[in-house]
Nanobody, 125 residues
Framework: QVQLVESGGGLVQAGGSLRLTCAAS????????MGWFRQTPGKEREFVAA????????NYADSVKGRFTISRNNAKNTVYLQMNSLKPEDTAVYYC??????????????????WGQGTQVTVSS
């Protein structure tokens, strides 16, 4: 079992920045690829970014490329999502997730076995 706890969400103006943090516990953190997903009411959860177990591979949704950066610190069992140049359409609940396929950075929601409870990000125009 892996337990995931997100933090860092909040209210920010368009053009601003936030950094989300996901703290993991329960298993060897580097054994897991980590991903960030987001969801708005009435819509399906969508992929945002992912990173492999050693941090060597990352993937991004087209909508966030060049604005968001995923990183991880395996010594601290933590994964981050740095979000810059935020737009109102980035408003969502953001979830982190863990996937035991540590050699890749999967983009599919069904690839991930463990999920956090989510943190709300609201971007005002």
């Amino acid at each position: 079992q892996v337990q995931l706890v997100e933090s860092g969400g909040g209210l920010v103006q368009a053009g601003g920045s936030l950094r989300l943090t996901c703290a993991a516990s329960g298993r060897t953190f580097s054994d897991y690829a980590m991903g960030w997903f987001r969801q708005t009411p009435g819509k399906e959860r969508e992929f945002v970014a992912a990173i492999s177990g050693n941090g060597g591979i990352s993937n991004y949704a087209d909508s966030v490329k060049g604005r968001f950066t995923i990183s991880r610190n395996n010594a601290k069992n933590t994964v981050y999502l740095q979000m810059n140049s935020l737009k109102p359409e980035d408003t969502a609940v953001y979830y982190c997730a863990a996937d035991p396929q540590r050699y890749w950075a999967p983009v599919g929601l069904s690839e991930y076995d463990y999920w956090g409870q989510g943190t709300q990000v609201t971007v005002s125009s």
